[in-house]
């Protein structure tokens, strides 16, 4: 069974410009993840589709960062205007469908290092 | 507001020897499940084990297990007869009602030959 998938693995670019990261989730997995891991901190959740809905979106900067899950598979997460401290890496996870039963596997993440 | 807190920031342990990783946590909920992620250098994280609150044994995985005390909210992972690769970062986990994962700092373990 093919892994969650991420694209690009590593990002370099100056502040204030734009950048979009993309995750393919396992198939058939409706729930999808995207988390912010800064150096020396734990992942920490930027939000959460539940097939092309958000379900939770709350701890998402919705001033530069966006989302989406378009037919409800595939996402994008975007950053613009991207600033020095968005330089994280961001995990993709995916999990069958929701409730806390369910385990969430994670792809390899995209590095961003903004200067 | 529920927190994880790992006091360990790096571990060391020789092979084939056993190494106990701490974790504490402060929620309200009484019903919750708790989870070890290990996330190997240039790797993705991978589930280690999970505990259910409401389950009083402690879970097992292997060589991996856990010391639940709810009372105490204390989580600690051991792992026993160390191998070369278990080395990698270790983030506990906890999980309320909703499916957000909250994540510790997480602990380096470095295991030697």
């Known amino acids: 069974e093919a892994g969650v998938a991420q694209s690009p693995r590593y990002k370099i670019i100056e502040k204030r410009q734009s950048v979009a990261f993309w995750c393919n989730p396992i198939s058939g997995h409706a729930t999808l993840y995207w988390y912010q891991q800064i150096l020396g901190q734990g992942p920490k959740l930027l939000i959460q589709f539940q097939n092309n809905g958000v379900v939770d979106d709350s701890q998402l900067p919705k001033d530069r960062f966006s989302a989406e899950r378009l037919k409800g598979v595939d996402s994008t997460l975007k950053i613009q205007p991207a600033k020095l401290e968005d330089s994280a890496v961001y995990l993709c996870?995916?999990?069958?469908?929701?409730?806390?039963?369910?385990?969430?596997?994670f792809g390899p993440g995209t590095r961003l290092l903004v200067l | 507001a529920q927190t994880v807190t790992q006091s360990q920031p790096e571990m060391s342990v020789q092979e084939a020897e056993t190494v106990t990783l701490s974790c504490t946590y402060d929620?309200?909920?009484?019903?919750?499940?708790l989870f070890w992620y290990k996330q190997p250098p240039s790797r993705q994280m991978i589930l280690v084990i999970r505990q259910e609150a409401y389950k009083q044994q402690n879970a097992t995985e292997n060589r991996f297990s856990v010391n639940f005390q709810k009372a105490a909210k204390s989580f600690s992972l051991k792992i026993s007869d160390s191998q070369l690769g278990d080395t990698a970062m270790y983030f506990c986990?906890?999980?309320?009602?909703?499916?957000?994962?909250?994540f510790g700092t997480g602990t380096r373990l470095q295991v030697f030959p």
């Open positions: 986990a906890f999980q309320a009602n909703t499916d957000k994962l909250i």
């Open positions: 996870a995916s999990s069958l469908g929701g409730g806390r039963r369910e385990t969430q596997y």
């Open positions: 929620t309200s909920e009484n019903n919750y499940y």
